[in-house]
Nanobody, 123 residues
Framework: QVQLVESGGGLVQAGGSLRLSCAAS????????MGWFRRFPGKEREFVAA????????YYADSAKGRFTISRDNAKNTVYLQMNSLKPEDTAVYYC????????????????WGQGTQVTVSS
């Protein structure tokens, strides 16, 4: 079992930055691909970024490229999402997720999910 807890969300002005953290429990954290998704009100979860087990491979949604950076520290059982140049359209609940395989952008293929953290970007 893997338990995930997100933190770091909040209110920020357009152009600002936030760093989201996801703390994971379990000895097998390093065996999982980790992903970040976001959900807008009334919408399905949308892929943001993913990082492979060792951290040597990453993948980003077009909306995140050049602005967001995903990273992980396996020694601390933590994955991060650094978000820069935030826009009002980034406002959403952000979730971290774990998948026991290779990177995927498909939410249904992830095995474990956190409860989410709210990010609000004001204009």
């Amino acid at each position: 079992q893997v338990q995930l807890v997100e933190s770091g969300g909040g209110l920020v002005q357009a152009g600002g930055s936030l760093r989201l953290s996801c703390a994971a429990s379990g000895r097998t954290f390093s065996s999982y691909t980790m992903g970040w998704f976001r959900r807008f009100p009334g919408k399905e979860r949308e892929f943001v970024a993913a990082i492979f087990r060792s951290g040597d491979k990453t993948y980003y949604a077009d909306s995140a490229k050049g602005r967001f950076t995903i990273s992980r520290d396996n020694a601390k059982n933590t994955v991060y999402l650094q978000m820069n140049s935030l826009k009002p359209e980034d406002t959403a609940v952000y979730y971290c997720a774990a998948e026991a395989g290779f990177m995927t952008t498909i939410a249904s293929r992830y095995d474990y999910w956190g409860q989410g953290t709210q990010v609000t970007v004001s204009s």
